[in-house]
């Protein structure tokens, strides 16, 4: 299953004002695997998302999808097989209704109608909302937005999915409700957050990355419960994994895992 | 602002409605629109009797539909103001005088008459075209009738890019007011730096909404999905319309009509 690894080597980019936010950045990803990129606002996340999507492009280094090397030749091709879900879903929603905006990319790929329609369908009932095939997008709550959001990626049937801040801005139901269909998806997952509490439950490995570097790599629980290792990169462990606030009893002595 | 913008979603969410209007091919809608918009603007400037059976169409347009009638009249409210300045100034440059039903008027009213009958008929049927069809569909049915999709585009995301620039409008007044009360509006000193805000902002969320499209695949062709051909109701629809313009613009109806109502009393 090679074609759903995605190797990034070497990377480096930096904006036009001359701020570095990647250097020398490498890791794997291979199929299956669920992984959290977390770091401090800053760090470099958001521009490794865009470079992996092929929006913006590395002054050195390659990106690579399965066999194919990331470039604007190969970017369509690329995109058909991974899918990004944005941070916020009003950028991910523009047509007029639900059902539009699932069948976009798929249209957009030049799939016959018919296809088209079973697949938003699909999509929909995946996340748990086809009664709102026909609503408007922005008459949605924000849970509603981003499974919406959610499916128009699905529709695409991709094999990767990379998701920005998925329960960013959630009240806890929807985020819940969010966390519980995240485990659902047997895609390769690639999700950045500040959220570690649903990086620990939905993610098996987890990259830190500090000032546009890897600062670590590996099992998400070794990771998330490594409090210099966190507060180094600006980040503070789990609440799940802090002490309890009153006794100070530590959850990690609790054969939790 | 957020009212504007609910006006503006208002209108695709009346094309949404099922009716027997809404449902027809849009291809119908804006066929025979098109048709309608010349024959109205094809009439001369003293013609104001025989354009009269035009209002017609938007009147039946609007029996059909479900629309909010009060809705569609404010829009069409929206734009008097234009139309009064088109041709307020002709009843000053226009004293000849003619005599209509008896009475003698300046030919300038006459005209300004036929100009805001004109600019009202044109701008209902194009009102009514957006609320029964749809922009997307509306994008569709210019393709099928070729026109180049760059200009479709055009119009399409333009449509979407003022609602973009709405949203970033209606959250920067909402903190401006919040941090200035009792002003009435923005101050002359923010104007500057306010509306730059508001540009690169709005370039900023609709390069993000951009880089969405691509991301599923966008390259310049908007799809709306697939439309069959108009059907043989919707060829009866427009054929019929056709006749009826084309009937009121070569015989003066309302005068035949008053002809033939005084022939059959006296």
């Known amino acids: 299953m090679s074609h759903h690894r995605v190797e990034v080597r070497d990377l480096y980019f930096s904006y036009p004002d001359g701020h570095e936010a990647i250097r020398n950045m490498s890791f794997s990803i291979y199929h299956g695997e669920s992984v959290g990129i977390i770091g401090a606002n800053g760090a470099g996340k958001s521009t490794l998302l865009m470079l992996l999507m092929g929006i913006l492009f590395p002054d050195g280094g390659e990106i690579v999808v399965g066999d194919t090397r990331l470039t604007r030749k190969t970017m369509t091709m690329i995109r058909q097989r991974l899918g990004m879900v944005f941070q916020d879903p009003d950028d991910q929603l523009f047509m007029t209704t639900v059902r539009d905006d699932v069948a976009f990319g798929p249209r957009n790929f030049g799939l016959e109608e018919a296809e088209v329609e079973m697949r938003v369908e699909e999509a929909l009932a995946q996340v748990g909302i086809p009664h709102l095939i026909d609503r408007a997008p922005f008459k949605l709550s924000g849970g509603e937005k981003r499974a919406a959001a959610i499916a128009t990626v699905l529709s695409m049937k991709p094999d990767i999915l990379i998701m920005d801040e998925p329960t960013s801005s959630l009240d806890p139901k929807s985020r819940r409700r969010v966390m519980e269909l995240l485990k659902t998806f047997e895609h390769t997952k690639i999700i950045t957050s500040h959220d570690l509490d649903m990086v620990l439950e939905t993610c098996q490995r987890v990259i830190v990355i500090s000032n546009g570097a890897v600062a670590a790599d590996g099992n998400a629980v070794n990771i998330l419960s490594d409090p210099e290792l966190l507060d180094r990169c600006g980040l503070e462990m789990p609440l799940s994994l802090q002490n309890c606030p009153h006794c100070g009893c530590s959850k990690l002595s609790r054969d939790r895992f | ?266």
């Open chain 2, 1 to 266: 602002m957020q009212n504007s913008l609910h006006q503006m979603r208002l209108l695709d969410e009346l094309a949404r409605r099922p009716n027997s209007i809404n449902n027809l091919h849009p291809l119908t809608k804006l066929l025979t629109t098109l048709a309608y918009l010349v024959v109205v603007v094809s009439f001369g400037r003293y013609e104001i009797s025989a354009l009269l059976p035009l209002v017609f169409y938007p009147v039946i347009l609007l029996a059909f539909t479900d629309l909010p009638i009060g809705e569609i009249m404010k829009r069409i409210g929206w734009t008097l103001p234009f139309i009064i300045g088109l041709g307020i100034f002709n009843p000053l440059f226009d004293h000849q005088t003619v005599s209509v039903l008896g009475f003698s008027i300046s030919q300038g009213w006459l005209t300004f008459l036929s100009i805001f009958i004109k600019c009202v008929l044109t701008v209902a049927a194009g009102v009514l075209l957006i609320a029964t069809t749809g922009m997307d569909k509306l994008g569709s049915a210019l393709r099928m009738l070729r026109v180049p999709k760059i200009f479709v585009l055009q119009l399409l995301l333009t449509y979407r890019y003022i609602s973009v620039l709405g949203n970033e409008l209606a959250r920067m007044l909402r903190a401006y007011s919040l941090r200035a009360p009792g002003h009435k509006g923005i101050k002359r000193e923010a104007w500057g730096s306010f509306t730059g805000n508001l540009l690169l902002r709005s370039f900023d969320r609709a390069q993000r909404v951009y880089a969405a499209m691509c991301l599923r695949g966008f390259s310049g062709d908007y799809h709306a999905g697939r439309m069959n051909p108009p059907e043989r109701r919707e060829m009866i629809f427009i054929l019929g319309w056709l006749a009826f313009f084309i009937a009121a613009r070569i015989y003066d109806l309302p005068a035949w009509l008053g002809s033939l109502l005084t022939g059959v009393i006296s």
